[in-house]
């Protein structure tokens, strides 16, 4: 299996600074500071970037649950919430909110919901994040 890498760089004090981080395959490049990670700044950060890749890592643990049960999956899409709470002197992310939808024919809900329940305990990413309260809303579009 491949190792994936990624850089940040980073330039200055925690407020007045600010840095980037660069995908190792060249797919995104953005900037960020304290103001795009603790306000409302332009820019990236890190729990956007762990939101992207575990809705994404879901989405595929998903396809490929389905797949095995005999599913073909029209269309998945989920979002996921990450949140940056003061925890005593320091931040922790408290908790991500997984919430999906999904075109499937030929599956009731409750299988659904069983195959969703399963990709969120199985992706590599939930399964690295798992000191973190993950929840999941799953809804099937028909």
């Known amino acids: 299996m491949p190792v994936r890498k990624a850089e940040a760089e980073w330039k200055g004090g925690l407020k007045d600074g600010s840095g980037q981080v660069k995908l190792g395959s060249g797919a995104f490049e953005g900037n960020y500071s304290f103001g795009s990670r603790f306000e409302n700044a332009k ?6 970037l762990i939101g992207a890749a575990h ?7 998903l396809s490929a649950g389905l797949g095995r049960a005999g599913f ?23 908790k991500i909110e997984l919430d999906t939808e999904a075109e499937i024919p030929n599956i009731d809900d409750n299988a659904f919901q069983a195959q969703a329940k399963a990709a969120k305990e199985g992706c590599p990413v939930s399964k690295a994040l798992k000191a973190t309260n993950i929840e999941l809303r799953a809804r099937l579009i028909k």
Do not use: L, W, Y
């Open 43 to 48: 820019g990236t950060n890190p729990e956007e």
């Open 55 to 61: 809705a994404g890592c879901f989405s595929m643990a």
């Open 72 to 94: 073909q999956p029209k269309r998945i899409h989920t979002t996921a919430t990450v949140h940056i709470d003061k925890v005593g002197e320091g931040f922790e992310i408290t």
